[in-house]
C-alpha cells in the first residue's frame, strides 16, 4: 500500500463503510488518516456503541466521524441515537446526502411524538435524497418536509401510522418511483396518488379493514395485503398483482384494464365472490395465476366456492402458462357438472406448469377426473405437482384416495409428483 500513489488508497479506502473498519484505519497511519475523508458511505452496526465507554456520547462521535468526511453520501444508523444528533449530522450532510437508512426504534415511544424536531421532522433537511428506508418507525403526527423532489424509493418498515400523517408524508414524496410499506398499523383509509410510481408494496397489519385507493397510471407491480376495499383505476401498464388479505375480508376490488398483466396472485380466508370473478375477469391474459382463497360469503357465515365450469375458465385464460390453485378454487372446478361442457377440439394451449394443493377426501372421484383432465388437454403440459397439505378427514377414505392419487403418479411418472 506505500508504494501506491496517495489516489489509489484514496480510492481503495473509499470502499469501506462500516464505521468501526473506518475508525480502526485512522490509527494505521497519517497517510490512511488523511485518505478516509474521502469515503462515501457509512454504515453503523446495531452494536456499534457496545461496551462504548468514553465521555463523548454516541451521537457526537457519528458527528466527529461524519464531519470529517468531505461527500458523503449514503448513511445507514442502525444503533440508537437521539433526534437532537440526528439533526446535527444532517446539517452537515444535508446537500451530498443521496441514501439514508435509520433504524428509528421509536413505534412504543409517544414521548417522542413531542419532541422538537422529532427524529421524522430532522430528515427533512436531507433535500437532496434519492433513497430513504426507515425502521420502526412512529407516524402519528405530520412530519414536517418539504418536498424530496429527487427522492425515487420511499421504504418503511415496522410503523405505527394515522392516515393523515402517512398521507402528508406521500406528498412530500412527489416523484417516487418505487413504495414499500410493510407491517404498517393504524392504517383504515389510505390514498395514493404518485404519477411516477412503478413498483409499490402494502402490507397494512390489524384487523384486516382498511380501504386503499392507488392513482399511478405508470404502476408496474403491485401487492397489498390487509384491505377489504381496493381501489386502482389506472392500470393499463401493471404486469404483477398480489391481493392478499390474512385477516380480514375483501369486498370490493376496482381495477382498471389489465391488459399487460402477467401474473396474479388472490390470496386470503375470505373473499366475497364477485371480488373473486372479477379479479378472474381482468385477469384473462395472465401467464401465472396463484389462487389460495379458502371460502366466499358476504358476512360471518363462510361458504365454499361456487360450481366453476372447466372449460370456460380455461378458455377465458388462453395465455395461462402456470397455475397454483389451492383448495377450494380446485374443489370449485370438480363439481359434478364442471366437465360437462367439453367440446371435441378443446385445448388448455399453453399451460406448462400446474401446482394442486389438496386438503381434503371429498369428491375423490370428480378430483381425480379433474386431474386426469388436466393431463388430457393440456397439450404442453410439463409438470404437475400435487400437494397434499393437512388432509381434514381420519376417515378411511382420505387413505383411499391418497392411493389413488399415489396410482395417478405412478402411472404418469415424470409428469406428475406428490409432494
Known amino acids: 500500500m506505500e508504494s501506491l500513489p496517495d489516489a489509489i488508497v484514496q480510492y481503495i479506502l473509499s470502499y469501506m463503510i462500516n464505521a468501526r473498519d473506518v475508525a480502526a484505519c485512522n490509527c494505521v497511519s497519517k497517510r490512511w488518516k488523511e485518505s478516509l475523508p474521502f469515503i462515501r458511505s457509512l454504515y453503523f452496526p446495531r452494536n456499534s456503541f457496545d461496551n462504548y465507554w468514553r465521555s463523548d456520547s454516541p451521537d457526537k462521535v457519528v458527528w466527529k466521524m461524519i464531519s470529517s468526511i468531505v461527500r458523503l453520501e449514503e448513511l445507514v444508523v442502525y444503533s440508537p441515537f437521539t433526534s437532537a444528533g440526528l439533526a446535527s449530522w444532517l446539517t452537515l450532510t444535508g446537500q451530498s446526502l443521496k441514501h439514508l437508512e435509520l433504524r428509528m426504534d421509536n413505534l412504543a415511544d409517544y414521548n417522542s411524538c413531542t419532541e422538537s424536531p422529532s427524529k421524522l421532522d430532522c430528515i427533512g433537511a436531507a433535500r437532496n435524497l434519492e433513497t430513504l428506508k426507515l425502521w420502526g418507525v412512529l407516524m402519528t403526527q405530520s412530519p414536517k418536509w418539504d418536498a424530496f423532489k429527487k427522492l425515487r424509493n420511499l421504504e418503511i418498515v415496522g410503523a405505527k401510522v394515522e392516515d393523515p400523517a402517512l398521507s402528508a408524508a406521500l406528498q412530500a414524496c412527489p416523484n417516487l418511483t418505487n413504495l414499500l410499506l410493510l407491517g404498517c398499523e393504524g392504517a383504515r383509509s389510505v390514498s395514493i396518488d404518485l404519477p411516477n410510481l412503478e413498483h409499490c408494496k402494502l402490507d397494512f397489519y390489524g384487523l384486516g379493514n382498511c380501504s386503499l385507493s392507488l392513482s399511478s397510471p405508470k404502476i408496474e407491480s403491485f401487492e397489498v395485503q390487509g384491505c ?12 404483477k398483482l398480489s391481493v392478499a388479505n390474512n385477516a380480514g375480508r375483501v369486498y370490493m376490488v376496482d381495477f382498471g384494464k389489465l391488459a399487460a398483466l402477467e401474473f396474479l396472485s388472490i390470496r386470503g380466508v375470505q373473499w366475497c365472490w364477485d371480488a ?59 363439481q359434478k357438472n364442471s ?79 406428490i409432494e
Open 339 to 417: 366437465l360437462k361442457n367439453v367440446e371435441s377440439g378443446f385445448v388448455i394451449p399453453c399451460l406448462e406448469e400446474v401446482v394442486i394443493t389438496v386438503r381434503s377426501p371429498l369428491n375423490a372421484e370428480q378430483k381425480l377426473t379433474t386431474l386426469e383432465s388436466l393431463l388430457k388437454y393440456g397439450k404442453n403440459l410439463k409438470s404437475m405437482v400435487i400437494r397434499i397439505l393437512q388432509m381434514r378427514s381420519s376417515h378411511s377414505s382420505a387413505d383411499d384416495f391418497f392411493d389413488e392419487i399415489y396410482r395417478f403418479k405412478c402411472t404418469n411418472q415424470p409428469l406428475v409428483r
Open 276 to 334: 373473486v370473478s372479477k379479479m378472474l375477469q381482468l385477469g384473462s391474459e395472465v401467464k401465472h395465476l396463484y389462487m389460495k382463497v379458502e371460502f366466499t360469503g358476504d358476512l360471518e357465515t363462510l361458504h365454499p366456492f361456487p360450481e366453476v365450469d372447466f372449460v370456460d375458465f380455461f378458455n377465458s385464460h388462453p395465455k395461462l402458462q402456470k397455475f397454483d390453485i389451492h383448495g377450494a378454487m380446485f374443489a370449485a372446478l370438480c
Open 228 to 239: 377489504s376495499w381496493i381501489r386502482a383505476p389506472q392500470t393499463e401498464c401493471l404486469r
